[in-house]
């Protein structure tokens, strides 16, 4: 029983939309728990092999889960760079070569991710592209499900700003929007504004494990 506890913990915060770091911590628990169904291997596995497997808790866990493993890769390390230059230079077998080393290493990374899709695209590997497209739906998917977008209170959860603005993209906001931001004591509070719409995205300070 002392299992189920975190999961229906879980399933309120889905549900209500309310999140706090104390949320983003059953999750924790989850994927590190040798007995969950949510055990970060077992959903790495199923999201590198067949990603249209993976349902909407499983997708939160994995891209949610991402704050509590150690050894990721972030933008600012040497060889995401080479990544990047690889891509701005256009030089496509290095940005394979580079990005396939860096997903290895951190799956669910958008920005990794983003990158490699799109040098499968140019290279018209339609095989690569395809799995890695539906790797970033779902991945995404978990960002949109997290909230509507409406208020502070229901706003959309994001990991990094990296993963704000490739959520945008998916959302189609483009540069008539204003952004405004608010420093919260666990992150920041962005508010997208075009006209009378509005889009509140929060995005966590990073490294919760």
């Given amino acids: 029983m002392k299992f189920w506890l975190p999961i229906l913990m879980l399933c309120s915060f889905l549900v209500s939309g309310q999140r706090t770091l104390s949320d983003l911590e059953v999750i924790g628990k989850n994927i ?19 990603p249209a497997s993976v349902d909407s808790i499983e997708a939160q866990h994995l891209y949610y889960g991402r704050n509590f493993i150690r050894d990721k890769v972030s933008t600012t390390d040497a060889e995401f760079l080479k990544l990047a230059e690889a891509f701005r230079l256009n030089n496509i077998s290095d940005c394979i070569r580079i990005g ?21 695209e140019q290279k018209e590997d339609a095989k690569e592209f395809s799995l890695h497209v539906a790797q970033l739906r779902l991945l995404t998917g978990a960002i949109k499900s997290s909230g509507d977008g409406r208020t502070p209170e229901t706003a959309y959860l994001a990991n990094s700003l990296g993963d704000e603005y490739i959520f945008l993209n998916i959302l189609n906001v483009g540069p008539d929007y204003i952004r405004s931001s608010t420093t919260l004591k666990d992150g920041v509070m962005d508010v997208w504004t075009k006209d009378s719409s509005k889009i509140y995205i929060k995005v966590f300070f990073a490294d919760l494990d």
């Fill in 32 to 50: 590190s728990n040798t007995r969950s169904p949510y055990r970060y291997e077992r959903l790495l596995f199923k999201y590198q092999s067949y």
């Fill in 100 to 120: 396939k080393e860096l997903y290895a290493k951190d799956p669910t990374n958008l920005d990794v991710l983003l990158i490699i899709l799109r040098a499968y």
